[in-house]
Antibody, heavy 119, light 111 residues
Framework: QVHLVESGGGVVQPGRSLRLSCAASGFTFSSYGIYWVRQAPGKGLEWVAVIWYHGTIKYYSDFVKGRFTISRDNSKNTVYLQMNSLRAEDTAVYHC????????????WGHGTLVSVSS | NFMLTQPHSVSESPGKTITISCSRSSGIIANHYVHWYRQRPGSAPASVIFENNQRPSGVPDRFSGSIDSSSNSASLTISGLKTEDEADYYCQSYDSSNHYVFGSGTKVTVL
């Protein structure tokens, strides 16, 4: 059974850093891209970043490019999101989700981890 | 980058049919698949339509999807509306600059 479990969220001051993790199980991890999608309180879904297969191909939304870094460790079936220079507007629940290729849907999602950026 | 615009909310009675639109601001809707997700309160999103009109296993055939090239938009139709269909619904697509975009979301209320 496919499982994606996020961790690492919490309360952090503006300008500080946080690293999220997404631990996967139940499927061949290196055969899938892993996305981060966030949802600010009361708002809609927003794509953050994606990392493909063996980690050499990564893409970021314009909102986080240069501040966030996505990486993966296929030996641990885990994807990371290093978030630097955090801003109040980064406050959101961060979900990870898997996709088999760029054009297909995100067929499994984690329940998310809450990041709150506040002084 | 492009935007996907949805109506903010749709309300209808049980047993009726609703259609949620998803209008693409730039780029050709037919060039990249559109997917639809349902998000119930307090839950993670779940796919209800993928690749424009395909249903994942377990999604009833009351759910259907389509695209309309003339209006550069996609639609999700839910027929035989049930109270369990109350949720937020999001469309999603992709463009060749490797950006993934979600629609603005539609809150469905079953009266």
């Amino acid at each position: 059974q496919v499982h994606l479990v996020e961790s690492g969220g919490g309360v952090v001051q503006p300008g500080r850093s946080l690293r999220l993790s997404c631990a996967a199980s139940g499927f061949t991890f290196s055969s899938y891209g892993i996305y981060w999608v966030r949802q600010a309180p009361g708002k809609g879904l927003e794509w953050v970043a994606v990392i493909w297969y063996h980690g050499t191909i990564k893409y970021y939304s314009d909102f986080v490019k240069g501040r966030f870094t996505i990486s993966r460790d296929n030996s641990k079936n885990t994807v990371y999101l290093q978030m630097n220079s955090l801003r109040a507007e980064d406050t959101a629940v961060y979900h990870c989700a898997r996709g088999a290729s760029p054009s297909v849907d995100l067929d499994y999602w984690g329940h998310g981890t809450l990041v709150s950026v506040s002084s | 980058n492009f935007m996907l615009t949805q109506p903010h909310s749709v309300s209808e009675s049980p047993g009726k049919t609703i259609t949620i639109s998803c209008s693409r601001s730039s780029g050709i809707i037919a060039n990249h698949y559109v997917h639809w997700y349902r998000q119930r309160p307090g839950s993670a999103p779940a796919s209800v339509i993928f690749e424009n009109n395909q249903r994942p296993s377990g999604v009833p055939d009351r759910f259907s999807g389509s695209i309309d090239s003339s209006s550069n938009s996609a639609s999700l139709t839910i027929s035989g509306l049930k109270t369990e269909d109350e949720a937020d619904y999001y469309c999603q697509s992709y463009d060749s600059s490797n950006h993934y975009v979600f629609g603005s979301g539609t809150k469905v209320t079953v009266l």
